[in-house]
């Protein structure tokens, strides 16, 4: 049998060597390269972002060492062990104060400014803090043209069930009055808005208060969520009575309406608040940049999920004001706003296809409104000359100290005045409730617990809004309501019994007649 010998190919060392050089310099370059996007992902912001490692400290404030005790409002003796929230002042914004705020507030009010929001960004600057939430963060960083700071971040948003956005969002913005007591009634509310919704668009949220926020609410409700979040003072001038109301006939009216248990009629608290949301929150400082807004308030319930965007909803069929529960004011809260309202339709020759909503067959007001404390609306709307002018005459008129108006009948009349029917959007699919009044679709995406919905109730007026048809309010309509308003109220004056009489005079002195 033949053998076959296999040459052996002889490598000099030198080409050997050569080879091995060349690979090991291929491999610290590839190296180093990944080292410096590493380090730039880390380093956003001047902060440290990415994947989770033994240096990474930014969400530890998310992340609770095992010895300390399971989230919920912070205490004095948590703050120990339990690692502070970022909280930073807002990019052009004034940011070094003298020590006494007090007289630094002061200060600002007594000095002449160009323009109002100059005077009140001075003027609340010292008590406004924001909150960069990790979902705004990521998302930015998930978008980075750097493929690994965006797979980094990426693994971020998965590891910390943060679900992406990459659809454009409206500018808009939760907005929220509060008080510091209300921090957990709110944390509760706030959990299932960002369940139901904000968890997947992530807005951001105002928190607005006439007193300075607690350290511990700004840590609580920060934690709460991985959205931005503001919490800002509200300017003395928006929340105070103004010159031009009696403060001894003010005073006089609360405590009659508290003789005739008017809810809320001895509160001058509650009568700022109404005004304050009226006329005024729209036109602070944080929200003037914005175009649209979700109006939240402490203790509500959310039922229904939401796969869509109802900024985006608003925005892109034309719609200015939205509800989900309609129903009738107190009259008492109200005995002369109608009279004001007809008033200031007659000067200003309004027309409107929306009006005849609020209107009764004998030309007064059905007592229908919108309740307003769930309301997605357009912020440019209210800015508008035309609200404006509208609240200014009511506020002149006194009626929100005087009497009880609330926001919640003058946004309603002010739509159905300036709106057309089809810019007003009733919100069916968001499941809701406040106090004892609830509205809940009864689909697979709610949850709706055993309650009655107010929906077809006596006191709703859902059922009237659905069954509305638009009709051309004119000034001659205004012209027969007025007349129609004055024969009634003669007719009612001439056969009234004594008590009736007696708080009709109450209410005639208080309205200045």
């Not at 965006?150 to 008080?179: C, H, T, W």
């Not at 697979?444 to 007026?461: A, H, M, R, T, Y």
Request: proline share 5%; with cysteine; net charge negative.
């Amino acid at each position: 049998m033949r053998t076959t010998a296999v040459k052996r190919l002889a490598i000099p060392s030198t080409v050997i060597l050569g080879i091995a050089c060349t690979f090991f310099l291929c491999v610290i370059i590839i190296s180093r390269s990944a080292i410096h996007s590493r380090q730039k992902y880390f380093n956003q912001d001047t902060l440290t972002y990415g994947r989770p490692s033994v240096e990474d400290t930014t969400f530890d404030w998310k992340n609770r060492r095992p010895d300390t005790k399971p989230m919920g409002p912070l205490r004095e003796s948590d703050t120990v062990v339990a690692m502070r929230i970022p909280l930073v002042r807002l990019d052009g914004w004034p940011t070094e104060f003298p020590e006494n705020l007090t007289q630094y507030r002061q200060q600002v009010l007594d000095t002449e400014w160009a323009t109002d929001e100059e005077k009140h960004v001075a003027e609340i600057a010292p008590w406004v803090w924001h909150h960069r939430g990790e979902a705004d963060i990521l998302q930015s960083l998930a978008m980075s043209s750097d493929p690994v700071v965006a797979a980094g971040a990426q693994r971020d948003m998965a590891r910390r069930k943060i679900l992406p956005n990459y659809e454009e969002r409206v500018n808009a913005s939760f907005v929220v009055l509060i008080r510091n007591r209300e921090m957990d009634e709110f944390r509760a509310t706030m959990r299932q808005l960002e369940d139901r919704f904000n968890g997947k668009y992530h807005y951001p949220y105002l928190f607005l208060n006439d007193e300075p926020f607690t350290d511990e609410f700004m840590q609580t409700i920060s934690a709460s969520t991985t959205s931005n979040v503001t919490f800002a003072l509200i300017p003395r001038e928006h929340w105070s009575v103004p010159e031009f109301i009696d403060d001894t006939r003010a005073l006089a009216a609360r405590q009659q309406m508290a003789a005739n248990n008017v809810i809320y009629g001895g509160s001058l608290s509650y009568r700022h608040m109404c005004r304050f949301n009226s006329g005024f929150f729209y036109k602070h400082p944080l929200l003037l940049s914005k175009d649209w807004y979700w109006r939240v308030e402490p203790g509500v319930d959310f039922y229904c999920d939401l796969d869509y965007d109802p900024f985006r909803y608003m925005e892109d069929h034309g719609k200015l004001y939205s509800f989900v529960i309609a129903l009738k004011e107190l009259e008492l809260t109200i005995p002369s706003l109608w009279d004001h309202m007809l008033e200031y339709m007659l000067v200003n020759n309004i027309t409107s296809d929306f009006m005849s909503y609020f209107v009764t067959e004998s030309g007064g007001y059905n007592l229908c409104h919108f309740w307003s404390n769930f309301e997605i609306a357009s912020l440019n709307w209210l800015r508008s000359p035309e609200y404006d002018s509208f609240f200014q005459a009511l506020d002149r008129a006194g009626g929100f100290f005087m009497e009880r108006w609330g926001d919640a009948p003058v946004h309603s009349l002010a739509a159905g005045m300036l709106l057309n029917y089809d810019q007003v959007h009733f919100f069916d699919d968001i499941g809701y409730k406040h106090a004892d009044f609830a509205h809940c679709s009864d689909t697979i995406k709610c949850q709706c617990p055993k309650l009655e919905s107010f929906d077809n109730s006596p006191g709703s007026c859902l059922p009237r809004y659905k069954s509305y048809k638009p009709s051309t309010w004119s000034p001659r309509d205004t012209k027969e309501a007025i007349r129609l308003v004055r024969d009634r109220k003669r007719f009612l004056i001439s056969h009234e019994g004594a008590n009736v009489a007696e708080r009709r005079r109450w209410y005639d002195l208080f309205a200045g007649e």
